[in-house]
């Protein structure tokens, strides 16, 4: 919505403000006693290093692919995730078991993101394409690490403010520095020192509040997808990461007046049932094996 309403084309700083907030965010809980952060030996903080810069090669491949497909195309590739989260979590050194329900209750949420974001216009290159997969190998990859991160398997056994508290400074210097080789350092300082709206030379207060409101948002949901993805499996997370997006879909038609034709309707109800379907399945499965 930044990006929309106010021009502000620089993606990564705006990453990096994301990034800054969760900083800030961080430090204040920590200030304030509300947790401890945990002290770390120089393999666990080299363990973070390293998982910080898969998170930012995550964000530099999707941002370099769009360039090269069109986004239904790039949603409908990403969609996948979850695929390659098990593939992933399969060769891991400790494979989860799935039941056949679970592999089938990944169907409609796969399909149903192509449906969500059917649109007239799907042309790629070759190397969109593949750098589009990739990118989706490295978020299933991002996602199956976080899980392995904040479980123990890696033997750091963060809490998930503990992995954003430490996480966060290293990807905000990172996404800053890709925003300076980027170029949009430059144009982004011009843009605010001549900041106007429809021609009309206006206050920036409204950028400012709105990057704030924006870096607040994204503070409130790291902590959150950190939480969840603790408790709960990094397939699981992946399917949430679906559901996003054909809600991410509605709530785009819904701010910016854009009718959602029959097939992308059919594409949200086929996805949000897909991951209500994989939760009963889960459910009853843990349920029975409590018993």
Known sequence: MVLQWHRFGFPWLVTAIHNLSCVIGMRSLAYTGYFTPAVLDRHQIRLLWIFSVLYTINIAVSNVSLHYVTVPLHQIVRGTVPVFAVAISLVSADPPK?????????????????????????????????????????????????????????????????????????????????????????????????????????????????????????????????????????LAMTITGNVKVVLTVVLGCILFNVSLSPIGTFGVALTLAGGAAYSAVRLTERTAKAQ
């Open 98 to 234: 799935y039941s056949l329900k679970v592999y089938l209750s990944l169907v409609p949420v796969v399909v149903g993101v192509g449906f969500a974001t059917y649109g007239d216009k799907y042309s790629f290159s070759v190397l969109g394409f593949l750098l589009t997969l990739l990118g989706t190998v490295l978020a299933a990859t991002k996602t199956v690490v976080t899980n392995s991160i904040l479980v123990g398997k890696y033997k750091l056994k963060l809490s998930a403010l503990d992995l954003l508290y430490q996480l966060s400074p290293m990807a905000f210097v990172q996404t800053l520095t890709w925003a300076f080789v980027a170029g949009e350092i430059s144009p982004a300082l011009s843009f605010l020192n001549g900041y106007s709206k429809d021609g009309n030379e206006q206050s920036r207060v409204p950028l400012y509040t709105a990057l704030a409101v924006n870096g607040a948002i994204a503070f409130v949901l790291n902590i959150a997808s950190f939480t969840a993805s603790k408790n709960t499996s990094a």
